[in-house]
């Protein structure tokens, strides 16, 4: 999972830590935390994931049209789709591995005084976290292209990488340095000063993204159905009945992203405002209650993904394997010509097909 506590795990251990003394809360949180069911439920829930992204990744063969299969907007989102899903599947394999490699040592905090330990798990600690926001920014990317899609703008693909694989950079860099360097010795610290310098500017930086996903991104969706409205009622005068169809469904795919994007996260939220705020009161089996859900939510967002940028209209699309031809590509070469285009192929994200004439091509 993508978060700031376990990555703390990663720093030298004293004799005293590895104790696990009760007066000690990390020793009193491993003292409960079963270690390898832990580990199996990250490796279950990053398979998953790995399947999810692959899935997503595969290239689509599209019905019902066959110069016109796809419109622009739908080929823009698609490319934003794809980039989200690399990340997710990088981020899940790293979490696979770590979880592997954990499982076979039985542990998942180095061993006293190892410096090999504690660079495995400082970097892949690293790779995870880079590529689980990277999956955040590439969230708030498809929205903010959604919005842009709706307002008749052109695409800023070379932006949304920049920012797409700087801010992960920048964020994961910037945090684990506070929390790692000169020595990687955070789990020694005793004064509470010295734990705000060294491992919240790390909890900020994995979670000031987060957060913004979360805000914004409700957000550019309700800001880009009210643009819809008001272009069809500014346009045609009135809403018939299967343009409010196609806006409800647009409305119910946008609030199932969210929803699936609080889902995968919240709990990690959860986690950090329970440990800084009760953290000498620490409730021991609600934290790591709270760490199973998020190794089995985290690593989950590349198969809900799959589900939820997908098209939901049966039979629009197919995953094209490569080694495979599908029997249905040859049929619909040759009767695509005397079909008339659906508008149905014009929405990326359409749940429900419509052959409504009101919607212009603004939207396609």
């Known amino acids: 999972m993508a978060d700031p506590t376990m990555q703390t795990f990663c720093c030298h251990r004293t004799a005293s830590v590895g104790a696990h003394n009760s007066s000690d809360v990390i020793g009193r949180i491993m003292m409960e935390f079963n270690t390898d069911a832990y580990n199996i439920v990250c490796m279950f829930a990053s398979g998953l994931g790995i399947f ?26 698609r490319k934003i789709i794809v980039w989200l899903a690399v990340a997710d599947l990088l981020a899940a394999l790293g979490m696979f591995v770590r979880a592997l490699l954990w499982l ?108 913004t996903v979360m805000i914004a991104n409700p957000l550019l969706y309700g800001s880009s159905m009210k643009g819809m409205e008001r272009e069809v009622t500014s346009s045609y005068g009135q809403l018939t009945r299967r343009e409010r169809d196609v806006m409800d469904a647009f409305r119910i795919k946008f609030a199932v992203i969210n929803i699936v994007f609080y889902i995968c996260w919240l709990p990690n939220l959860i986690n950090a405002v329970l440990l800084w705020c009760l953290w000498f009161h620490l409730p021991v089996r609600v934290i790591i209650t709270i760490w199973y859900i998020m190794a089995f939510t985290n690593p989950l967002q590349a198969l809900f993904n799959c589900l939820v940028y997908r098209r939901w209209s049966k039979g629009s699309e197919q995953v094209a394997i490569p080694w495979c031809r599908s029997p249905r590509s040859k049929s619909n070469n040759t009767t695509t010509k005397k079909e008339p285009i659906s508008k149905e192929e014009k929405y990326p994200l359409l749940a429900k097909s419509s052959t409504s004439p009101s919607f212009n091509g603004k939207y396609t």
Request: hydrophobic share 45%; charged share 10%; net charge positive.
């Open 104 to 211: 076979n040592t039985k542990t998942i905090m180095p061993a006293i005084n190892d410096n090999s330990s504690v660079l495995f798990c400082a970097l892949s600690s690293a790779w995870t976290q880079y590529f689980y926001t990277a999956t955040w920014i590439w969230t708030l990317c498809y929205a903010l292209d959604m919005r842009r899609i709706l307002a008749d703008r052109d695409a800023n693909t070379r932006n949304y990488h920049l920012v797409a694989w700087t801010i992960p950079a920048v964020t994961t860099l910037s945090g684990l340095s506070m929390l790692y360097l000169p020595d990687a010795s955070c789990q020694t610290t005793q004064l509470l000063t010295t734990a705000i310098i060294h491992i919240l500017p790390n909890y900020l930086a994995t979670y000031l993204p987060m957060l």
């Open 52 to 77: 999810g992204a692959v899935y997503q990744i595969l290239p689509r063969r599209q019905y019902a049209n066959c110069h016109r299969l796809t419109s622009v907007s739908a080929a823009r989102v």
